[in-house]
Structure formats: structure tokens, C-alpha cells
């Protein structure tokens, strides 16, 4: 348990609201990530007694809120009582019973053209669908319109196979006992439980989709994204722009009966393998 923390404003020796880090981290994991009263990921920091009563940062005094709750919270008097948010406070909406991810939030994508980009490349199309990531059949990024209205997916497993994160018709999700998760401004990050950056992604509605950092696993492949770069198994890619391709990447010994694609990898191995050969292909840059 972290102990209360107050910083000091400027020197002066007084108190200050900027939260530590550190203490965020507890909260938000203690919180399921979201909101505790409805579990929206999009979520601001919430003294349940007032800052200017305690006037410290105490893990147990903090809980998380989504902008509408929080301006419930904070009027005197209060439309969202103290006790209402401490008894959500301790059974938080996105780890109560029966759950097992988060509350959905929903993407406002519409646009002629997507474009997704990971790292320094991207896929773009017109087309009604397009799947900018194919494994063995498993698309784990694609969007795709219904009348017109683009939907965009994505599918991320976690080391252990289950689905750690997922849009799946603009609905964003996530397991609620990641290591941490935070969703600020457009961008959303997840950790591991081994502590790893597994994703960041920038949200850019109607149009775009910037993955800034992801692992993508599935049927013993492993696509890793870096600001540069994406790496498959060892190869590297960069700079490279598709349009218009139904298909991005297609991985696995079966992607010619899906057709054709910008990038088609036909071998399988296993996560160690792909590891180790991508630590030897960068050894011989």
C-alpha cells in the first residue's frame, strides 16, 4: 500500500492537486480501469472526501469517474452523494461479480477512405472491407461497413491465448486485471501482467486508426509494432503504404486461398522462435 502523498506547490511547501503517478497506477487498477459507477475507460481522478478538506493524495481516498459522474460528484451540494460513490468505490463496475471485461465504449468512425497505420506503415482502402492483419484466417485488425457505416475491429491476445483487448464493431473492451490500462485524450495504452507495453493506439475519427506500439500473438506468430517498424517473426518492415488491398498482412501456410495481399508470410513457428530470431535479425542490422 502506498502511503499519502503531498507534493509541494513550487517550493512554497504547500500542497498541491497533481496526483503521483505511482498512486494513479493503484487506483486505476483498484478501479478495473473505468469508471466505478459504469466502468467507461475515459476516466478522471476523484477525491471522495474533498482535496480541500484532506489536502493529500491517498490511494483509498481516490476512485475513478467518468467526466459525466465526476460533474455529479463535485457541486455542493452533491447530485452524486459521497456514500453512493464510495459504496461503487468498492465493488467497481468493471470487476464486479460475473464480469469478466470492461464496459463498452464506442468509436465514431465514418469515413470514404480508413487508413490504419502501424508504426511507419499503413493500409488504407475504399473498399467495403478490408482486413490490414489476417492470421491463419483470424483477423486481428480489419474494418468493415454495414449501410455505410464503417466498423472497425481489433482482436489482441494475451501470452496465455485469451483476449486481452477487442473492438468488434466499434465496441472497445478490455480484461479488466491488465497491469494497468489508461485511455488519456484519443490514446489508449495496455500493459501486460508482466509488466510489457502490449498497445497504444490512437484514435482519429471518422479516418484513422495509429498504432503506435502493439503485440498481436495468435496460432504461434507473433507481429510486433514499434514506432518504426513491424516485425514478423524475425523480418522487418518499414515505410511500406498499401491502398487499396483487401488483404495488408496475411500470415500463415495457408494465405494464398485468402487471396492476395500486400505482405504474405506462409511459415509458422513458435513465439520463442519468432523472439529469438527477432533479436538476431536486429543484432545484424
Partial sequence: MLA????????????????????KRVVRQ??????VIC??????????TPWHFVQEHTP????????????EA?????????????????????LSEGKETSASYSLRYGSEVVRFELGSNSVSSDASELA????????????????GV????????????????????????FKADQWDVTFEGATLRVWEASRKQVLEVQFEPPQYVRIRRALFRRHGFEVEVTEDEVRINGAIFSRVHVVNC?????????????????????????YSDAIARGRSSTRGR
Fill in 30 to 35: 483498484r478501479c478495473g480501469f473505468g469508471c
Fill in 74 to 94: 463535485t457541486p455542493t451540494p452533491a447530485l452524486l452523494p459521497e456514500s453512493m460513490v464510495r459504496e461503487a468505490d468498492a465493488n467497481p463496475f468493471n
Fill in 4 to 23: 499519502c502523498m503531498t507534493e509541494a506547490d513550487g517550493g512554497s511547501g504547500a500542497p498541491h492537486r497533481n496526483i503521483p503517478e505511482p498512486i
Fill in 60 to 71: 483509498e481516498n481516490i476512485t475513478l469517474l467518468c467526466d459525466s459522474h465526476h460533474r
Fill in 246 to 270: 483487401n488483404v495488408g498482412i496475411m500470415l500463415g501456410h495457408d494465405c494464398l486461398r485468402h487471396g492476395a495481399a500486400a505482405i504474405a508470410w506462409e511459415q509458422e513457428v513458435t
Fill in 132 to 147: 490490414a492483419l489476417l492470421v491463419l484466417g483470424d483477423r486481428l485488425l480489419w474494418f468493415s461497413r454495414d449501410e
Fill in 150 to 173: 464503417v466498423q472497425i475491429g481489433l482482436r489482441l491476445f494475451a501470452e496465455d491465448g485469451s483476449l486481452a483487448v477487442a473492438i468488434k464493431r466499434n465496441e472497445l473492451t
Fill in 39 to 48: 466502468g467507461n475507460p475515459i476516466i478522471e481522478y476523484h477525491h471522495m
